[in-house]
């Protein structure tokens, strides 16, 4: 209990009174002089007139061009390295696609972007994203990694990134089941 005072009194200066009635008589004299001091008030300065803060805009999303229905996300910088641009090529290989049918789009350091308007013009079948959460292209689609669902006739597809799936054997026997299933109807 005394640390407890010690915390709460730590910048103050306390006295210890022997009796109750020497606490009273102090509290006395000390009300009854700060009654009887007459204080001078300060004039008090106008209020400041009141200044309209800017408003920030709003949040202004690009949206992509893409001329194909399968969309690719990744986040490399500065660009895709040769090694996983071959992994992604022997991928999409295997569910009848190339490097050429597909949108590839690298979010590193990308502006915030919005693929809610794709979405309702039905431009994209196929999002397949590595390791880039979609809460980054403003999409709130809560996924576990491997579980592939379908939203609003999109198929969605949340990955490991391309590094970590061409190197654990795990990731990639779960990436192509994914995809036998989205693509091959397995």
Same mark, same amino acid.
């Given at each position: 209990?005394?640390?407890f005072y010690q915390l709460?009194?730590?910048?103050?200066?306390?006295?210890?009174?022997?009796?109750?009635?020497a606490i009273e008589k102090i509290v006395k004299e000390?009300?009854?002089?700060?009654?009887?001091?007459?204080?001078?008030? +300060? %004039? $008090? @300065? &106008? =209020? /400041?007139?009141?200044?309209? +803060? %800017? $408003? @920030? &805009? =709003? /949040?202004?999303?690009?949206?992509?061009?893409?001329?194909?229905?399968?969309?690719?996300?990744?986040?490399?910088?500065?660009?895709?390295?040769?090694?996983?641009?071959?992994?992604?090529?022997?991928?999409?290989?295997?569910?009848?696609?190339?490097?050429?049918?597909?949108?590839?789009?690298?979010?590193?350091?990308?502006?915030?972007?919005?693929?809610?308007?794709?979405?309702?013009?039905?431009?994209?079948?196929?999002?397949?994203?590595?390791?880039?959460?979609?809460?980054?292209?403003?999409?709130?689609?809560?996924?576990?990694?491997?579980?592939?669902?379908?939203?609003?006739?999109?198929?969605?597809?949340?990955?490991?990134?391309?590094?970590?799936?061409?190197?654990?054997?795990?990731?990639?026997?779960?990436?192509?089941?994914?995809?036998?299933?989205?693509?091959?109807?397995?």
């Amino acid at each position: 209990m005394k640390s407890f005072y010690q915390l709460l009194f730590q910048n103050e200066t306390l006295y210890r009174a022997q009796e109750v009635e020497a606490i009273e008589k102090i509290v006395k004299e000390v009300a009854t002089s700060l009654v009887e001091e007459p204080v001078a008030e +300060a %004039p $008090t @300065p &106008p =209020p /400041p007139a009141p200044v309209a +803060a %800017p $408003t @920030p &805009p =709003p /949040p202004t999303f690009e949206t992509p061009n893409l001329n194909h229905q399968v969309l690719i996300l990744i986040n490399e910088s500065p660009r895709m390295s040769p090694s996983n641009t071959i992994f992604l090529e022997k991928v999409l290989k295997a569910v009848n696609l190339n490097l050429d049918g597909v949108d590839i789009l690298n979010l590193s350091g990308a502006k915030q972007m919005d693929f809610r308007p794709l979405l309702q013009n039905k431009k994209v079948h196929h999002i397949i994203s590595f390791g880039v959460p979609f809460i980054q292209i403003n999409l709130e689609i809560m996924m576990n990694r491997y579980d592939p669902k379908q939203i609003a006739g999109v198929n969605f597809l949340l990955s490991e990134s391309l590094d970590i799936v061409q190197s654990d054997d795990k990731n990639k026997r779960a990436l192509w089941n994914c995809l036998k299933s989205m693509f091959l109807g397995n």
